[in-house]
């Protein structure tokens, strides 16, 4: 017996018998239960350690099983024990024989094959090799078959990369359905109806779709119209996907359904749910936000077993809570997602701080590829022990995680990957419902009235105008406190993303924002002093936590450059065109290297809807009508007078 860890390792290095009693006298340390999972649960420094625990469990077996180990694993296992002298001091270590493996019942060699299987595995053919079975077991979704004595992985991409890696030959039927999705994506694929609207980089994306089987994690950055895209690829496959699901946030519904009419010709189709009561359902295209699809999953299920589920903004998903508290959305996606042909996935950020958040979303996008959690965990989570539990809020493996996600089902392009296809500043309605509606309805109708008295005498005191413009106003405000929690929501959504610049025309609506949002914002209206602006205008620009510039159309809209942010929204509008490209200038400037979104959030059926429409009309900067003063007249107010008037 080796009396210290110097003779240990010099024994294992030299005695063949003795390194496998060493290596099944630390087996022996191992709990059943150990044995058993082929892991190391208990830190107590006995047995092995948890890395190498399953591959020498398997070694053990192996011998115990049959008496022998080929040259490699007695390498192998030589190498592993080295680490393990100090504990093997301890014990008293037996030579174990080792048979001569029978050469007369060699099978005859199968060679190294990768085969095609099934839609959802490969299979993997070769003769008894341990070092290529420590490989297969690092892939995720692995599975040995006893009776066929094959290994058969998830049909990747990426596994047959592996595969052809540790030398197997890829079949004939493999490397056709392999060449199919590597082949077929182009910039010259055509949508009946859409070809003339699509840009490139977005008919390159609806062929991405189609070659993933409509399986895919569309990941432009925010304002490249992964909307767009998507529906797209629904009018290109049209009855094959449908009923279809959209899942989005509540303040994109409507934008949706306006898209889909704009774009297509299946407008007739659409439905937008509401309520936590599910009611009949009578369309195929239906709009549903996250918040209420927990209370229609069952019902949705049961009567219409959606082909296809687009999930806008499938970040949002992204947690599965607990068993006592699960988190609803994501609970609700992931039962409809199992029994759903197709998936495409829509997010400008589906990683916001960790490599574990895109676990779900990719379990509902493409189940093959990470099976479970805890393969994907190890690798790319730096998982660490904290002395309760492992903690899985790491990264690792960041590089490798991104090469296999642009290879089997992410497309992302950045806004300076397409620049040369965007235009200099691209203007985007998003209509959103108004939560006043009979306020709103009753103040109009005394406006309307109002109007009627005083319109029908054309030579009206100027001071008239005045009193008109501050009745609209009403409206205006009234269009702006019924649309506050869609703002919210929209707005705290975007700038998880990217920076933004918010515009309203009402200090007090910029006050209720910066509120809500002064962790990350900074703000900027009148009666603030010229230092503080100056300081607003440089956290924005300098502080990476700020993403928020929350400013009044008056006091923000000249004389400050905002370019650090390429995104623009309008919470309330001015009267003139001018004011509005004001302040969209504060973001663009011509010859600049980014383009601007310009994001008018609009109060459905309110008198937002004309004003932003005739502001988008107008071309030439006019001055404003304010306080009864005497000023260049654009027709913007007296064209929205009329709009009201011709309401009743």
Known sequence: MATDHVAIRKQIQDDNEFTVGALLTLYDQQTRTEKNAYTTLNNNLAGFNAVDAKILTDIANFYLTRGFLSPKQIKLVRTKLMKYSQQLVHYNIKKMPLKAPAEAKKPKKKGQQAKYYTENKLILEFDYDIDLIVQIKKISGKMYHKQEKVWSVPLTLINIEKARTMGFTIDSKLKAW????????????????????????????????????????????????????????????????????????????????????????????????????????????????????????????????????????????????????????????????????HFIG?????????????????????????????????????????????????????????????????????????????????????????????????????????????????KAEKAKKAEMLAKINILKQLASKGKKKQILDWGGNFIEKEKLVLFCDYRETAKELYEKFKDKAVMLIGGMSAKQKEEAQNRFWNDNSVKLFIGNIKAAGVGINLQCASHVGFVEYPWTPGAYSQCTDRCHRMGQK???NVWNIAAQNTIETDLVMKLEEKSKITAAVLDGNEAEDSGLFNEIINNLLNKE
């Not at 916001?352 to 690798?379: G, Q, T, V, Y």
């Not at 790491?394 to 300076?416: D, P, Q």
Request: proline fraction near 5%; charged fraction near 30%.
């Open 178 to 341: 392999e060449n199919s999705i590597n082949e077929g994506v182009t910039e010259d694929f055509v949508v009946d109806g859409l070809d003339e609207i699509l840009k490139n980089y977005q008919k390159f994306a609806v062929s991405y779709t189609e070659s993933r089987q409509g399986r895919v994690l569309i990941a432009d950055e925010q304002g490249l119209g992964k909307t767009l895209e998507s529906i797209a690829w629904i009018q290109h496959k049209k009855e094959e996907v449908l009923p279809c699901i959209i899942v989005c946030p509540a303040s994109l519904k409507l934008n949706w359904r306006n898209e889909i009419n704009k774009f297509t010709d299946l407008g007739r189709s659409v439905e937008i749910l509401y309520g936590k009561t599910p009611y009949n359902i009578s369309k195929n295209i239906i709009i549903i936000n996250y918040d209420i699809l927990y209370f229609w999953k069952s019902h949705i299920m049961k009567t219409i077993k959606p082909k296809l589920i687009v999930a806008d903004e499938i970040h949002l998903a992204k947690n599965v809570g607990t068993k006592k508290k699960p988190v609803k959305r994501t609970v609700a996606l992931k039962t409809l997602s199992k029994n759903t042909k």
């Open 346 to 458: 829509l997010s400008g950020t589906p990683i916001e701080n960790r490599p574990k958040e895109i676990f779900e979303p990719l379990k509902m996008i493409n189940p093959k590829i990470f099976p479970n959690f805890r393969a994907f965990a190890n690798r790319y989570c730096a998982p660490k022990y904290n002395g309760f539990g492992w903690d899985f809020n790491g990264a690792s493996n960041t590089v490798e995680l991104n090469k296999l996600l642009c290879k089997e089902v992410m497309l992302r392009r950045k806004k300076e990957d397409v620049l040369k296809e965007l235009p200099d500043k691209q203007v985007s309605l998003i209509p959103v419902t108004i939560d006043n509606v009979d306020e709103y309805a009753e103040a109009e109708r005394d406006v309307i009235r109002y109007l009627k008295e005083k319109v029908d005498n054309k």
């Open 594 to 596: 980014n383009a601007v």
